[in-house]
């Protein structure tokens, strides 16, 4: 079984720095993807970015980049610019790779990130 | 844009009740996921379907059931509730190839009294 471990339940940042949220991620698998969720307080869960494995490029979404690390399992997410609105827990996600049916999610624990004035 | 809607926000209800939670999407979307939230545990999968009619077993099945009888209709049935389902209850859905996007719905909170 696949498990994901984020080991920073809080982090802080001030508005307009940069912050990194660790994941790193245990599979035996060698084609997969992983997923960077993102939900506000409202609770409505949304993606902010999505790797490949077999994509040796980083993958970027405007303000969002990871940094993966196929080798030492590692997927951290880094928000440049940070913005009020970025305030929320954020959730690292593996998927294995298949065909035919959907697979789920499995989840790590979540990040709880507080952006501050 | 993907909508997936839930029919409730919050919800409370007795100890012993049979509960429905509903979830649509509108967009003709194959597979479907209902995962529980609970705090220091993040998500864990309940149950998903990947065609109507069709279900399969996630990681805590025990004590709830799903239908499915229409493709943008996903229901998760809790038999008997209790206390220990009291939890935040999402439902998703993605396109139909494996590894696609899942798209959530705002979610049910659910108070078992």
């Known amino acids: 079984a696949q498990t994901v471990t984020q080991s920073q339940p809080e982090m802080s940042v001030q508005e307009a720095e940069t912050v990194t949220l660790s994941c790193t991620y245990d599979?035996?698998?060698?084609?997969?993807?992983l997923f960077w969720y993102k939900q506000p307080p409202s609770r409505q869960m949304i993606l902010v970015i999505r790797?490949?494995?077999?994509?040796?490029q980083n993958a970027t979404e405007n303000r969002f980049s990871v940094n993966f690390q196929k080798a030492a399992k590692s997927f951290s997410l880094k928000i440049s610019d940070s913005q009020l609105g970025d305030t929320a827990m954020y959730f690292c996600?593996?998927?294995?790779?298949?065909?035919?049916?959907?697979?789920?999610?499995?989840f790590g624990k979540g990040t709880s990130l507080l952006v501050t004035p | 844009d993907v909508k997936v809607t839930q029919s409730s926000r919050y919800l409370v209800k007795r100890t012993g009740e049979k509960v429905f939670l509903e979830c649509v999407q509108d967009?003709?979307?194959?597979?479907m996921f209902w995962y529980r939230q609970d705090p220091g545990l993040g998500l864990r999968l309940i149950y998903f379907?990947?065609?109507?009619?069709?279900?399969e077993k996630g990681d805590i099945p025990e004590g709830y059931s799903v239908s499915r009888e229409k493709k943008e209709r996903f229901s998760l049935i809790l038999e008997s509730a209790s206390t220990n389902q009291t939890s935040m209850y999402l439902c998703?859905?993605?396109?139909?190839?494996?590894?696609?996007?899942?798209?959530f719905g705002p979610g049910t909170r659910l108070t078992v009294l």
């Open positions: 998703a859905s993605s396109l139909g190839y494996g590894t696609d996007t899942q798209y």
């Open positions: 599979t035996s698998e060698s084609n997969y993807y």
């Open positions: 790797q490949e494995a077999y994509k040796q």
């Open positions: 996600a593996f998927m294995k790779h298949a065909m035919g049916s959907g697979y789920a999610l499995n």
């Open positions: 967009m003709d979307h194959e597979n």
């Open positions: 379907s990947y065609d109507v009619k069709m279900k």
